[in-house]
């Protein structure tokens, strides 16, 4: 009895710590549960997806894998995958050669490149389109990326986290989401209460 008491109130306080640390303000088990998760997952470099609606904090858990991580003293980069039109995505993620289309008056790094070393982290992900999804799949399986227009590949040194507002399952359902990019993001799920 005795034992069980004390270890609900170390585990009590080990939660609070964990929620104040990243900067969560919650009671409810579910927070608790997610501080939890990311305490034990922030040390590794495994892939996490997000799931979540818009407003529940889904950045502020990115974020705090990432300052719990080996790789907080790199950067943190954010992109909205949703809110960027699909031809722009591409160059913005992995960047782009001189002249690579009307416009590219010069060589441009993308977001991979800019996160070396330190952690990108994929807003509404479920929004990208199935050719971008594959290459996002190749940067998580092996590491690489092509600039758009060129035809060399560059290593990326990045953890990869994402996030989405929208049921995954669903969408690979009805063919508008890889299933093997799903399983490569969401090696660790983190699905945050409304």
Request: overall charge positive; charged content about 25%.
């Amino acid at each position: 009895g005795q034992d069980g008491i004390a270890k609900k109130i170390k585990q009590s306080l080990s939660d609070k710590e964990h929620l104040a640390r990243y900067g969560m303000v919650a009671r409810s088990a579910a927070m608790k549960a997610v501080a939890r998760t990311i305490d034990r997952i922030a040390p590794s470099d495994v892939s996490v997806l997000v799931v979540g609606p818009s407003g529940s904090g889904k950045e502020l858990v990115a974020k705090a894998v990432h300052a719990d991580s080996p790789r907080s003293d790199r950067p943190f980069v954010a992109i909205n995958c949703g809110a960027i039109a699909e031809g722009v995505l591409e160059s913005e993620l992995f960047g782009h050669e001189k002249g690579a289309f009307t416009g590219a008056v010069s060589r441009r790094d993308g977001l991979f490149s800019k996160a070396d070393g330190g952690t990108i982290f994929l807003d509404e992900i479920g929004e990208t389109k199935p050719d971008m999804q594959v290459k996002l799949l190749r940067v998580l399986e092996d590491s690489t990326y092509y600039p758009v227009g060129s035809s060399t590949p560059r290593r990326a040194n990045v953890r990869v986290l994402a996030a989405t507002n929208r049921d995954l399952i669903e969408a690979i359902a009805e063919r508008q989401f890889r299933e093997d990019l799903y399983f490569r993001i969401g090696v660790v799920r983190i699905v945050l209460p409304p």
